[in-house]
């Protein structure tokens, strides 16, 4: 099993960054799929999901308005359209995917990606 996240990088202050996540390994059209980030030192939160059936999506507080989740099953690949970047959205940020109902707690999902950076500064 294997997540591979890409898309991370610098961008100014109301920039735009598309991250994505293949997967590999396992059958991606049966699992919710979500983002998640984290800072040293704070717990990992969970940004953003979508329910592998219904297309449920949850966005936390801070990112809704702002960030888009959006999955193609075909490729195997989840993304997460990012406008509007502010600098406290600076982390890394991580994909994962749970065969549990979908939200935004890191324990309902099995499998993780590496990370990506993203950096907001001006």
């Known amino acids: 099993v294997q997540l591979q996240a890409s898309g991370g990088g610098l961008v100014q202050p109301g920039g735009s960054l598309r991250l994505s996540c293949t997967g590999s390994?396992?059958?991606?059209?049966?699992?919710?799929m979500g983002w998640f980030r984290q800072v040293p030192g704070k717990r990992r939160e969970g940004i953003s999901c979508?329910?592998?059936?219904?297309?449920?999506?949850y966005y936390a507080p801070s990112v809704k308005g702002r960030f888009t989740i959006s999955r193609m099953n075909a490729i195997n690949t989840v993304y997460l359209q990012m406008n509007n970047l502010k600098p406290e959205d600076s982390s890394v940020y991580y994909c994962?995917?749970?065969?549990?109902?979908?939200?935004?707690?890191?324990?309902?999902?099995?499998?993780w990606g590496q990370g990506t950076q993203v950096t907001v500064s001006s």
């Open positions: 994962a995917a749970s065969t549990h109902d979908y939200g935004p707690a890191p324990s309902s999902y099995e499998y």
């Open positions: 390994g396992f059958n991606f059209n049966d699992y919710s």
């Open positions: 979508i329910d592998s059936n219904t297309g449920r999506i």
